[in-house]
């Protein structure tokens, strides 16, 4: 959170001192015709069609991703927040030799509240190959292929064992980096993807609108546990410039979606957990190498958890947040 609240913060610096400096120094007054032949260059070159689905450069590269979770009362007062770090490698199938993307996890540490920082031995070093189907879903029902049981019975560097819930935010943490890596930057199979994004302003309602991943992992979380995603849309908002390279600046919407999450307890006894969610943000394509270089996102959900028996309902609100960015080989031996 320290990193997206400083990354924040020298947004907003940036900004007033461009402001500051505008007003300190009016430009230079220019003849109207001078003015109209700018200002014509500019408007043809921002009008002019980009390919945002080209093949990507075949480089290694390096990506940290931060999610942090912050649970409100409904009173306004913040109840508890967790903070996951991943950390990866990802060299392209090109490169690899493989049938996708190699990906190794260089670390994975977590936080919850104001406790220790703690790792996930089990992930550390772990590699896989991400190669994307048309379903979204490997032969085993598994969203990307990311294999459930590398997430089950988690333990963490002191040895204790993650909860359920802590064990699944873990494996989200995979499942979200794909989502925006390569179903929102990525040519979607069938089109309605980025590939039908050519000029700024243009708005699609993307391929995965509607659809319904399902969410159940292991024994913990029960098949019919699902997240259906309301009207999916890109937005080719402009450019940007991240770490020196003009990149491309898209705003993806989830549109009102619901989920349900069933979570079981013993014999025909389960935990259901039900309720809506709009999730929201920018990725930052490199208009060069077609990497992405920085995702932002922030998630409102509300639920509401059934327990067995005469247990009250518990209603909750939590907001998510994430940035990913691109880093480079010595911050991620750093990590």
């Given at each position: 959170m320290k990193t997206i609240k400083r990354e924040m913060g020298q947004a907003m610096l940036a900004a007033g001192l461009a402001l500051a400096m505008a007003g300190a120094f009016p430009a230079a007054p220019c003849p109207a015709s001078q003015s109209a032949d700018t200002r014509a260059r500019l408007?043809?070159?921002?009008?002019?069609a980009f390919d945002l689905a080209g093949p990507r450069a075949p480089e290694v590269h390096y990506f940290r991703m931060e999610t942090q979770f912050v649970h409100i009362g409904f009173d306004g007062s913040r109840t508890g927040v967790e903070t996951y770090v991943l950390t990866l490698k990802c060299v392209p199938a090109p490169l690899s030799g493989k049938?996708?993307?190699?990906?190794?996890?260089?670390?994975?540490r977590m936080r919850v509240n104001d406790g220790p920082e703690v790792t996930i031995p089990a992930l550390k070093g772990w590699s896989y190959v991400f190669a994307m189907t048309p379903s979204g879903m490997d032969?085993?029902?598994?969203?990307?292929?990311?294999?459930?049981?590398?997430?089950?019975?988690?333990?963490?560097?002191?040895?204790?064992?993650?909860p359920v819930g802590i064990g699944y935010a873990v494996y989200n943490n995979f499942i979200d980096f794909h989502g925006f890596n390569d179903v929102f930057a990525r040519p979607a199979a069938g089109g309605k993807g980025i590939q039908d994004l050519e000029t700024i302003g243009q708005k699609i309602v993307h391929a995965a609108a509607f659809s319904e991943p399902p969410v159940n992992l292991g024994a913990g979380i029960k098949e019919g546990s699902i997240f259906r995603n309301g009207e999916?849309?890109?937005?080719?908002?402009?450019?940007?410039?991240?770490?020196?390279a003009p990149c491309a600046l898209v705003g993806y919407d989830s549109?009102?979606?619901?989920?349900?999450?069933?979570?079981?307890?013993?014999p025909d006894k389960d935990i259901v957990t039900e309720g809506g969610s709009e999730y929201m943000g920018d990725i930052f394509i490199d208009l060069a190498t077609r990497w992405v270089r920085r995702v932002?996102?922030?998630e409102f959900v509300v639920t509401r958890t059934t327990m067995p028996g005469p247990m009250p309902k518990i209603d909750?609100?939590?907001?998510?947040?994430?940035?990913m960015r691109m880093i480079s080989r010595e911050e991620y031996e750093k990590q």
């Open positions: 408007v043809a070159d921002l009008e002019r049938d996708g993307d190699a990906y190794t996890c260089r670390d994975f032969e085993g029902g598994q969203v990307f292929g990311i294999p459930h049981a590398k997430f089950e019975n988690l333990i963490d560097s002191r040895g204790t064992r993650l999916v849309t890109l937005d080719f908002k402009g450019l940007s410039v991240i770490d020196g549109g009102e979606s619901t989920l349900k999450m069933i979570m079981p307890t013993g932002t996102m922030g909750s609100y939590t907001a998510r947040h994430i940035l």
